[in-house]
């Protein structure tokens, strides 16, 4: 009996496949439209809660179209070169800069601006909401609080997107949920652990097969989850009761480094860059051997911890010298 799940048939990069220019809608551009509505209509209710008001202006929806959009612009920027320039290995876009926004392939195929970089994403966002709250001379940190809450929730799509794509899957399990993914790496079954992993799956492997793809967590769905909803949720109610500005969006930074540091163990890192931190030298990324194997994503989700911590120190010291006044 399989102790696993099939990753679906159905599903494809595009929404559309095989028809005339619908086919190049894919599910991933949907999941990014998705994602920037639920952030401005989580934004939204929150301004109606008056979470962006000052004693002398309340904020409008045009505050609010505007915000985002430049936050957007400077998110896709900074995902965008991070993930080219930091987790591309092979060098073309340092040595051709201009590629990285070309969304063609050296064929000449559409691809999109595939390779997007979530920590870039967040310190393009971070300088892009800075610029727009200095341009309208709006509170940076009363406004950053707000957006974080509508951030986590929109990320849910982005993770959602990476699912139906069919990428960033995670390291292969015996767990029943594991998922066979079909661009995964594939093993050969002459190695005795590969057989014995795969009995242990439920996986019946046939007389002359020599290759077989394992099952893998879908960490994707597990980062929608817990990076997205769970996150979301406990940053709205702290927003609802922060005790003092620039406490959100501390906890978002906190609290999604956390997450994401946890489940980067279920997550397989990208192989050509392996782990930055080898506590056991020699480990392949599709297995979790050692705790103490630190991928590049779980340096950055350290560092936004930190991050986080001295932004609520700094927060915290600021409310109090303004209460003192």
Request: aromatic letters at 16%.
């Amino acid at each position: 009996m399989p102790l696993y799940l099939n990753y679906p048939s159905w599903i494809k990069p595009e929404i559309f496949p095989g028809v005339p220019v619908l086919g190049l809608v894919r599910w991933y551009g949907l999941m990014y439209i998705l994602a920037f509505g639920t952030a401005f209509l989580v934004l939204k209710r929150l301004m109606k809660r008056g979470a962006l008001d000052t004693p002398d202006y309340t904020a409008t929806e045009d505050d609010l179209f505007s915000f985002i959009a430049t936050g957007i612009v400077f998110l896709l920027i900074g995902a965008r070169v991070f993930s080219a320039l930091v987790y591309d290995t092979s060098g073309l876009y340092w040595r051709k800069p201009w590629l990285i926004f070309w969304p063609f392939n050296e064929a000449g195929q559409f691809t999109g601006l595939a390779g997007m970089s979530y920590h870039g994403g967040f310190i393009g966002g971070l300088f892009g909401m800075i610029f727009w709250c200095l341009r309208k001379k709006r509170p940076i940190l009363q406004w950053i609080d707000a957006m974080v809450v509508a951030i986590a929730f929109g990320y849910t799509f982005g993770r959602l997107g990476n699912f139906l794509n069919g990428e960033l899957f995670g390291r292969i399990t015996t767990m029943p949920w594991g998922m066979v993914f079909p661009h995964a790496q594939q093993f050969s079954v002459s190695i005795p652990w590969v057989q014995e992993f795969a009995t242990e799956a439920g996986m019946a492997l046939e007389t002359g097969q020599k290759l077989v793809n394992l099952p893998r967590h879908p960490s994707q769905l597990y980062e929608a989850l817990f990076e997205g909803v769970v996150l979301g949720i406990i940053l709205w109610f702290a927003q609802k009761h922060k005790p003092f500005i620039g406490f959100t969006s501390s906890l978002y930074t906190i609290g999604y480094g956390l997450f994401r540091f946890v489940i980067e163990y279920f997550r397989e890192p990208d192989i050509d860059l392996g782990y930055r931190i080898e506590a056991v030298s020699g480990t392949p990324t599709y297995l979790n051997v050692s705790w103490l194997n630190i991928s590049t994503g779980q340096v950055l989700c350290l560092l936004m911890v930190v991050g986080g911590l001295l932004l609520m120190l700094f927060s915290w010291l600021k409310s109090r010298r303004t209460k003192d006044k």
